[in-house]
């Protein structure tokens, strides 16, 4: 494997520091949150990696104030971390990690299945196998388990400080639609919340008559179904931090994630796309104080080498011969009836000299087309994108035509100055 740098994702603050977890590769940095500086590196390599082209769900990381708790992916094991790497692994039987409270992981069941509906107006009757129990797994800081069942389909979890809320579905007139187009539009249930002490007993069933809040009651204003998963992308923190971080000058850097450490704002911030498209982007650690001017980088996205404590390569695969031969030749002609049609319109292509190739080994192989634009005169505009992950698994380029054929109609090519021997990589 060649060189591999820490992507930054997550930003958890537990007592041992600022935990910074790889956006992929199961690796955390653990730094000094006034000085950025690394006090330890822990990995989870042991764990499996998830299923290749990033099904769902993704990596699911919380933080339980002294320990990290992650899935890799929705079948894998619930792991805890410490300083010292995995302290206990638990099988969930396909649940979901969804919240913590110190030293216990709360595991349950994948959100229900979304709803559609065509023109009616009242919202229809749960069917059959929505209406089953459910089931969540409480988890102890040394693996061991408790099953609890819900008589309702569990909508959320959400861990506050002296109980765990579990928010299910109910099948009442309350709940409503939202229009998705035409005449199409996704069915609401109803929710109510139950309360499940942090200090009482577990018992093994809970439901709206024992644990059930009165109507109305919300722990949050309306929460999304699913577990907290991390997809490359916190859109809550960064949401929630967008209004605030505007205060701060944080250059051509885009906005990733959000936490707290050390008592001041932290925040993950990329920088312009890098290329190929798929590649791992380069993500500083910002710490922020006055405004505007005081950005501290606790961690560079240049800064640590990780590539000891990542998942090994795969075996190459059988049928990649196959596979290159085939993504080649489906793309080989992919702008041909574009160019026909402007120049049969103005007589002048936007696009010249397009060449469409395959470049590099296995798994660095990426597919690239290299052409020229009317709006970068001179210059050779060069697209490519990775045909393999990181771990040298098939990673096909679905929609690969679509994606430069916006970044081109968008007028959205980097400008001139950037390009690098004639060349300019988009």
Same mark, same amino acid.
């Given at each position: ?68 708790? $992650? ?20 099988? $969930? ?21 979304? !709803? ?57 007139? @309350? ?8 005449? $199409? ?25 024992? *644990? ?16 907290? $998963? ?78 000891? *404590? ?18 080649? @030749? ?11 049609? !402007? ?32 709006? *970068? ?5 060069? *697209? ?43």
């Amino acid at each position: 494997m060649t060189t591999r740098l820490l992507t930054a994702g997550d930003l958890i603050e537990l007592e041992s520091g600022l935990w910074v977890v790889d956006i992929v590769q199961p690796v955390a940095a653990v730094l000094d949150p006034p000085s950025g500086d690394v006090r330890q590196v822990v990995s989870w390599f042991d764990v499996a990696p998830p299923a290749a082209r990033g099904g769902w769900p993704a990596r699911q990381v919380l933080g339980d104030g002294f320990s990290i708790w $992650t899935k890799e992916s929705g079948i894998g094991p619930l792991v805890r971390l410490t300083l010292d790497g995995i302290a206990s692994a638990t099988w $969930t039987d396909d649940l979901l990690l969804w919240a913590c409270h110190p030293g216990v992981a709360w595991c349950g069941p994948r959100p229900a299945r979304q !709803v559609l509906d065509h023109g009616a107006a009242a919202v229809p009757p749960r069917e059959m196998e929505e209406a089953n129990p459910s089931r969540l797994l409480r988890v102890g800081a040394d693996g061991d388990t408790t099953s609890v069942r819900v008589n309702h389909p569990v909508r959320s979890l959400h861990a506050a400080d002296d109980a765990l809320l579990v928010e299910v579905e109910v099948d009442d007139e @309350s709940g409503r639609r939202r229009r998705l187009g035409t005449d $199409t539009s996704e069915v609401i249930r109803a929710t109510r919340w139950l309360r499940l002490p942090r200090d009482a007993d577990i018992p093994n069933f809970i439901g709206i008559d024992s *644990h059930g809040m009165p109507p109305g009651w919300a722990a949050v204003e309306e929460s999304q179904p699913g577990p907290p $998963t991390f997809h490359r992308f916190d859109h809550e923190a960064a949401s929630a931090a967008r209004p605030w971080a505007a205060q701060w000058d944080i250059g051509t850097r885009s906005l990733r994630s959000a936490a707290s450490a050390g008592g001041r704002p932290v925040v993950t911030a990329e920088h312009e796309r890098v290329v190929p498209r798929n590649a791992a982007p380069l993500i500083d650690v910002l710490a922020l104080g006055a405004p505007p001017d005081e950005v501290t980088v606790l961690l560079a996205a240049d800064a640590l080498d990780i590539t000891g *404590h990542c998942w090994p390569l795969v075996p190459r695969p059988l049928d990649t011969d196959s596979y290159l031969q085939q993504v080649l @030749s489906a793309h080989q002609d992919v702008y041909g009836a574009y160019l026909e049609e !402007v120049a049969g319109g103005s007589g002048q292509p936007d696009m010249r000299n397009l060449r469409t190739r395959l470049v590099g080994d296995w798994p660095d192989t990426v597919l690239e087309w290299t052409f020229t634009w009317y709006t *970068h005169p001179g210059l050779t505009v060069r *697209h490519s994108i990775r045909l393999f992950d990181e771990l040298g698994r098939i990673q096909k380029p679905e929609y690969a035509e679509v994606h430069l054929d916006e970044t081109l109609a968008g007028g959205g090519l980097p400008p001139a100055d950037r390009a690098r021997d004639g060349i300019l990589d988009i």
